[in-house]
């Protein structure tokens, strides 16, 4: 078993999306941009809504990723500018992939629940795939198998003889681990990839140290398992992909090679220009504006 000395605890932070709704955000940090192509990562809740409230997202452009949903309680309803209108339950993945441009908004649908648990992701669309046509999947039915008690459901990539329908365009991998008993595992690792870890409920321990929730455990590549211990009803996320090699800007809700695109992408959101389409539905609720540029991305080439 190769050392794991080389692991990194990383604190993430509390951000706000949408207008109000409040999500630990482990990626990107100062000390880790991407795990593979992943190039954010935010958990949000458990928690429950008051009645009439919710996640809010306003319509909202995207350019050069993937946004990956992974839903564990609660309904999310998400209305994009291809006409897409679905509410993603419990088990499901969405998956929108941007490439040039699209548009969307994530509203709280009328439930009986108002409970919401969910992981939302970023995927860095590599060059040869970031100028695509944009396309939207729901994925109901993922790989899910027994490892040492833990359900471990496979989000993405391919491993003990399973493949994830999700697609993506970079090697990447997806889990979610649930121990209903609590229990512990060896966690096989492709020793090409590197991975971060992310305790979503429960007590969890990677490698014998206690993983708080809301901390990143960033294990960088060479590491051929792991090992997690839980409590009882605890779930655990884990991400791992290639290092991505591309360099990239990530600024609001687009991810680019350059300023420029940026500046470009930004200016056609203020436009209404028809790269990002219309979210057109009564329930979309308001268009997100755009912030003002940073200093270092103004007039930038
Ligand atoms: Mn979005």
New binding site residues.
Partial sequence: MTTQSNAERIEGRIAV?GVDTPVARLVPSRHRRTIGAWCFLDHLGPADFAPGEGMN?GP?P?IGLQ?FTWMIEGEVRHLDSLGNDIVITPGQVNL?TAGHGIS?A?VTPPVTSPRVHAS?LWIALPDSHRHMHPQFQNYQDLPIYTQDGFSVTLLVGARDGHTSPVEVYTPLLGLDLYSKDGGTTQLALNPTFEHGIVALQGTVAIDGEVLPHGTLHYQPTGATSVNIQTSADARVLVVGGEPFTEEIIVWW?FVARTHDEIAVARADWVAEAPRFGKVDHPHAGTRLTVPPLEGHLKGAH
């Fill in positions: 999306i997202v909202h995207h946004t929108m969307h994530e939302q809700n």
